[in-house]
């Protein structure tokens, strides 16, 4: 059985394995936006995964989890699940860490803190390591349902299955954004509207440090909300990482 077969039948839809090659993150990037367009017309989501430790994770574990409970469920609001989070997290912060989101002259003073001009690190996403990766297209119409297919979270300050599809429906109604890419600690969102202007990138921010606090205390140089806030301008990928 060949490795394509094999794996469609454990997970459940079909795939296609792109082996390691010089043109590997291009080559994927280019076959989920294909992907993505005829999936709107036939009615499946694509996805991305590693074919390694995380795919076989997956599927090992599969006898013990029920994909079908877990989309039966009904889906709690999603912003208010990130209003919480935010709540709880910033409870004991310092006065200046709050206020310094309500800096006008934010985006000038952190221009040397990321790489604006790079379109790369806005618009294509993150693969870590040399590994084969795994196109799927997944039967839903709902995007946010891909991540039932693929569960992830439920430890330490990674939400589990049932808050990451009720936060990714409220940004697929808002921004459009899709869970594309998914391992077992790192999400990936493409976003199909972007925000474009610095007032809703702000408060975008903070939502994000709410879904996923290292996405600042470990993912900036500032260690600020108004950081994030800047990387996520015109940006068509969000990158989410849990410790």
Same mark, same amino acid.
């Given at each position: 059985?060949d490795?394509?077969?094999?794996?469609?039948e454990?997970?459940?839809?079909?795939?296609?394995?792109?082996e390691?090659?010089?043109?590997?993150?291009?080559d994927v990037?280019?076959?989920y936006c294909?992907?993505?367009?005829?999936?709107k017309k036939?009615g499946?989501?694509?996805?991305?995964?590693?074919?390694?430790?995380?795919?076989?994770?997956?599927?090992d574990?599969? %006898? *013990?989890?029920?994909?079908?409970e877990?989309?039966?469920k009904?889906? #709690? &609001?999603?912003? !208010?699940? =990130?209003?919480q989070? +935010?709540k709880?997290?910033? %409870? *004991?912060?310092?006065e200046?860490?709050?206020n310094?989101?309500?800096? #006008? &002259?934010?985006? !000038?003073e =952190?221009e040397d803190? +990321?790489?604006?001009?790079? %379109?790369?690190?806005?618009n294509?996403f993150t693969f870590l390591?040399?590994? #084969?990766?795994?196109?799927?297209e997944v039967?839903?119409?709902?995007?946010?349902?891909?991540?039932?297919?693929?569960?992830?979270?439920?430890w330490n300050?990674?939400?589990?299955v049932?808050d990451?599809m009720?936060?990714?429906?409220?940004?697929?109604?808002?921004y459009?954004?899709?869970?594309a890419?998914?391992?077992?600690?790192?999400?990936q969102?493409?976003?199909?509207n972007?925000?474009?202007?610095e007032?809703?990138?702000?408060e975008?921010?903070?939502?994000?440090?709410a879904?996923?606090t290292?996405?600042?205390?470990?993912?900036?140089?500032?260690?600020t909300?108004?950081e994030?806030a800047?990387t996520l301008?015109?940006?068509k990928v969000?990158y989410?990482w849990?410790?």
């Amino acid at each position: 059985m060949d490795k394509e077969k094999f794996i469609m039948e454990k997970v459940g839809c079909p795939c296609k394995v792109f082996e390691v090659t010089d043109n590997l993150e291009e080559d994927v990037l280019k076959a989920y936006c294909e992907a993505l367009e005829r999936g709107k017309k036939e009615g499946f989501t694509p996805v991305i995964l590693a074919e390694d430790e995380d795919l076989n994770f997956w599927i090992d574990n599969a %006898e *013990d989890y029920s994909r079908e409970e877990e989309l039966a469920k009904e889906l #709690e &609001n999603g912003k !208010e699940i =990130l209003n919480q989070r +935010f709540k709880e997290y910033t %409870e *004991d912060a310092e006065e200046d860490w709050i206020n310094e989101v309500s800096n #006008e &002259n934010w985006a !000038e003073e =952190l221009e040397d803190e +990321f790489n604006k001009e790079d %379109e790369a690190s806005i618009n294509e996403f993150t693969f870590l390591g040399e590994k #084969e990766i795994v196109l799927f297209e997944v039967p839903t119409k709902n995007p946010w349902e891909v991540i039932a297919w693929f569960p992830m979270g439920g430890w330490n300050e990674c939400p589990w299955v049932d808050d990451m599809m009720a936060v990714s429906h409220y940004w697929y109604e808002k921004y459009h954004a899709l869970p594309a890419v998914i391992t077992r600690d790192v999400l990936q969102y493409f976003v199909e509207n972007p925000v474009d202007n610095e007032e809703e990138a702000l408060e975008l921010a903070k939502e994000h440090y709410a879904f996923c606090t290292d996405r600042l205390d470990q993912g900036t140089a500032s260690g600020t909300i108004n950081e994030v806030a800047a990387t996520l301008i015109d940006s068509k990928v969000w990158y989410f990482w849990w410790d």
